[in-house]
């Protein structure tokens, strides 16, 4: 029960990290590019197109983030291993002997 709760937790978080490493710089670019208009800035055109380059590069940057943090998870998940019981040590004190 824990571990479905937990997928889907994670499921969510990782859907949200997603769209906002997608959704963020595609936003603030678009803001900073209201600024380089023709008449304000001497090659708008081309200040436009560095900021589209700044938004790829930080959207790519943002979702090899998203893939490393999920691999991090896969190997916690591998390294944690299926929950085990463990038997109690026979000759502790206070059992009776066998």
């Not at 824990?2 to 889907?8: E, N």
């Not at 197109?49 to 691999?71: C, E, K, N, P």
């Not at 916690?76 to 299926?82: C, E, I, L, Q």
């Amino acid at each position: 029960m824990r571990d479905c709760w937990f997928t889907r937790k994670l499921q969510r978080r990782t859907a949200l990290a997603v769209v906002a490493s997608l959704a963020v710089p595609w936003a603030v670019g678009d803001f900073f590019k209201g600024f380089h208009q023709p008449g304000l800035v001497n090659d708008a055109t081309r200040a436009q197109l560095l900021i589209d380059y700044l938004v790829i590069g930080a959207s790519l940057f943002g979702l090899t983030m998203v893939g490393t943090w999920l691999i991090g998870c896969w190997v916690v998940a591998v390294m944690r291993g299926p929950r085990r019981e463990a038997d109690a040590f026979p000759g502790a004190p206070g059992e009776p002997p066998p």
